[in-house]
C-alpha cells in the first residue's frame, strides 16, 4: 500500500500558493500607486509609512486577538521581529516609498522584481530549495526583464542616477527578508502570530526614527486626502504581510520573492492608464520577460508541488 506521504497533493492544495502570489501581488501593486498618490497629496513619504504600518499593526493585532493568537514575545521571537522588520518592512519600504516621486511608480514597481534571483541563489547555497532547471530559467527569465528597464532607465536623458541605484537597493533587502524569515522562522509559531508581531517591531523603529533631525511625521494642513490615503495604505499592508506570512510558510522562500513580478504586472498598467505616468523606456520587453519568468517559476512550483518536495525545509528557531 501506498504510504500517505507519497500521495499526490490535491489541486486545491497546489492552487492555493498561486492564488496567494496573485492577492499579494495585487496589494504590493496597489500598495505602490498609492505611495504616488500620496506624495501628490504633499504627504511626505516617511510619515505616509509609519502611519500606515501603525495602522497596518492595530488591524492585525485585532485580528490575532479575535483569533486568540497574539504574537509571542520570547527574546528569540523579538529578535525575529526586528530583524524581519528592518529588511522587509522599514528599510525596503522606505527606500521605494521615498524614491516614487524621483522615478515613477511604474520604474520602482518593476525593480520590485528584482529579489527572485538573489532569493534564488540564496536558498540554493543555504540548500533551502532543490535546483529545478525550469525555475532557474524562469527566475533569469524575470531578472531580465528588471535588467532591461533599468538599463533603458539609466540611459534615459534626464535619468536620475542617485535615486535609481538607490532602488536597487530595496530588492536587496527583500531578498535577505524572505530568506531570513523562513530560515528564522520561529517553531510552533502560527503566520497570523508573526505578521503583527513583525509590523509591531516595524512600529517601533519608524517612530524611534522620527525623532531624528529632519524626520516629520506631521500631515499637510488640509489632510482628509492625506488620511484617507493613509486608511487604505493600512488596509493593504494588514493584507498584505498577513498574506506574506502564509504564502511563505506554504510556498518557500523563493515562490514568495514573485510577489514583486506579480506586483508590477499589475501596478504598471494602473500608473500609466490611471495616472498618466510616461511609460519607462524598454516596458513592453520588460513586462514580457518577467510574465514569462513568472510562468515558468510558478510551472515548477506546482510541478514540485505535485510530486510531494516544494514545502520549504524545516526551519529551527535560534533562540
Given at each position: ?22 492577492i ?28 500606515s504600518?501603525?495602522g497596518a ?24 521581529y ?20 524621483h ?6 514597481a ?8 538573489l ?9 533551502m ?22 538599463a533603458?532607465?539609466l ?10 541605484l ?25 503566520a ?14 519608524l517612530?524611534l ?111
Amino acid at each position: 500500500m501506498r504510504s500517505s506521504s507519497s500521495t499526490p497533493a490535491r489541486p486545491s492544495s497546489r492552487l492555493l500558493p498561486l492564488f496567494l502570489l496573485f492577492i499579494g501581488g495585487a496589494l504590493l501593486g496597489l500598495s505602490s500607486n498609492l505611495a504616488k498618490q500620496a506624495g501628490e497629496a504633499r504627504l511626505e513619504p516617511f510619515a505616509f509609512l509609519t502611519w500606515s504600518i501603525v495602522g497596518a499593526t492595530a488591524i492585525l493585532l485585532l485580528v490575532a486577538a479575535w483569533r486568540r493568537s497574539l504574537p509571542p514575545m520570547q527574546s528569540y521571537t523579538v529578535r525575529y521581529y526586528f530583524i524581519a522588520a528592518f529588511v522587509g518592512v522599514v528599510g525596503s519600504n522606505f527606500i521605494f516609498f521615498a524614491a516614487i516621486p524621483h522615478v515613477g511608480a511604474s520604474f520602482v514597481a518593476l525593480m520590485i522584481t528584482l529579489p527572485p534571483l538573489l532569493t534564488y541563489v540564496g536558498a540554493l547555497i543555504l540548500r533551502m530549495e532543490a535546483f529545478q532547471f525550469i525555475r532557474a530559467v524562469g527566475v533569469m527569465s524575470a531578472l531580465t526583464g528588471a535588467a532591461v528597464l533599468a538599463a533603458k532607465q539609466l540611459a534615459a536623458p534626464e535619468a536620475n542616477v542617485f535615486w535609481t541605484l538607490l532602488v536597487l537597493l530595496g530588492p536587496v533587502l527583500l531578498a535577505i527578508g524572505n530568506i531570513y524569515r523562513t530560515l528564522r522562522w520561529p517553531a510552533g509559531v502560527s503566520a497570523q502570530a508573526l505578521a503583527p508581531g513583525m509590523l509591531i517591531a516595524a512600529t517601533l523603529m519608524l517612530l524611534l526614527a522620527a525623532l531624528l533631525p529632519g524626520q516629520s511625521l506631521a500631515l499637510p494642513p488640509d489632510g482628509s486626502q492625506a488620511v484617507a490615503l493613509i486608511v487604505m495604505q493600512a488596509f493593504v499592508f494588514a493584507a498584505q504581510f498577513h498574506i506574506l506570512f502564509l504564502l511563505q510558510k506554504i510556498g518557500g522562500p523563493v515562490l514568495l520573492s514573485l510577489l514583486g513580478s506579480v506586483g508590477a504586472v499589475i501596478a504598471v498598467p494602473v500608473a500609466i492608464y490611471l495616472q498618466n505616468e510616461a511609460p519607462p523606456p524598454g516596458l513592453f520587453t520588460s513586462v514580457a520577460l518577467i510574465a514569462i519568468g513568472v510562468g515558468l517559476v510558478a510551472c515548477g512550483q506546482a510541478k514540485a508541488t505535485a510530486r510531494g518536495s516544494a514545502k520549504p525545509k524545516p526551519v529551527v528557531a535560534s533562540r
